[in-house]
Each structure stands twice: as C-alpha cells, then as structure tokens.
C-alpha cells in the first residue's frame, strides 16, 4: 500500500521536536516542516493568510494527525485545523506525544483532549474522534508503539470519517 498523506496538527512552540520525532519514523509522508522563521512570516500576515496556508497545507492530504502534547488543545489554529480537516472530509486521528523526549530531553505532563472543544452537530468531536494514547514508560517505548501503530490510526480515522459523508 502506498504510503498515506497527512497533515499535521501541533503546538509549534513546544512540540515541534517532538512532531519531527514522529513525522522521520517514515511510515506515512507528512507536510513538510516548517521553520520558525516561515511560521513567523505567515504570522505577521494575519488571521486570514494563516487560514490560507493552512488550508493549502491540507490540499492533498487524506488525513490529520493531531499530535497532541501539554498545551495542544488550547491553541485556536489547531482546533481550525481540526475542524477544516473534518470540513474537506478527511480523516482526523490525534495521538499523545507528551512521553516523548523535547530537544533538551525532557517529557511533559499530559494535556487536555484537543477533541473536546471541536462540535460535530450535537456531539463533541471526542466522541468520534480517537485520541491515543501510546503505551510505554519511556520516550523510547512511545516511539516503538506510535511507529507501529500510526498507519493502523489513519486508516481507521478515514474509515470513522467515510462514516459521516
């Protein structure tokens, strides 16, 4: 099976070590990484133009993985993310990356559901929605379990998804 297209979902400021971490075990082809500095360009521009970049981001993507770390589910462009991904009708799957290790080898405390502020009609998006949360004492561990669960994830997202068109 050829590899699936994604888009991710993260708090840059404290995850983007961790979303590299996860984004080189190379079972799946993401977005490319962006730098500080782009993120910061297309900041500077305004609410719209980061809808812009993010909804181009999304062109071609069959699935969002929202990797879900301390502070994730309060940031306002991850719930858009979330949301327009659910819009375009892709899958959405989050896992918790809090256990792996940052840039100066520390783990976080776990955050909040990034699902639980998003509505789906009558429903939250955490009842539809799965967020895992992998298995593993260690960031080494955490690692082992996403690699070998990751693809299994987006297929089952799209398959929840494909429920609801």
Not at 109 to 130: A, E, T
């Amino acid at each position: 099976m050829a590899k699936r297209q994604v888009f991710y979902s993260f708090h840059f400021d404290n995850d983007c070590w961790r979303t590299n971490q996860v984004r080189n075990i190379g079972a799946i082809e993401g977005n490319k990484p962006v730098s500080a500095n782009n993120w910061e360009q297309v900041k500077r521009k305004g609410d719209q133009a980061i809808k812009n970049w993010i909804n181009s981001q999304l062109q071609g993507r069959s699935c969002t993985v929202v990797l879900a770390g301390s502070q994730t589910a309060s940031r306002p462009w991850v719930k858009y993310e979330i949301e327009k991904s659910w819009e375009l009708g892709k899958g959405v799957v989050g896992i918790c990356i809090h256990k792996l290790k940052d840039s100066y080898g520390r783990i976080s405390s776990k955050g909040n559901n990034p699902f639980s502020s998003c509505d789906f009609g009558d429903k939250k998006f955490d009842q539809i929605v799965k967020l895992y949360n992998p298995s593993g004492s260690d960031s080494t561990q955490v690692y082992a379990w996403i690699e070998n669960n990751i693809s299994a994830a987006i297929e089952q997202a799209i398959q929840i998804r494909n429920q609801y068109n």
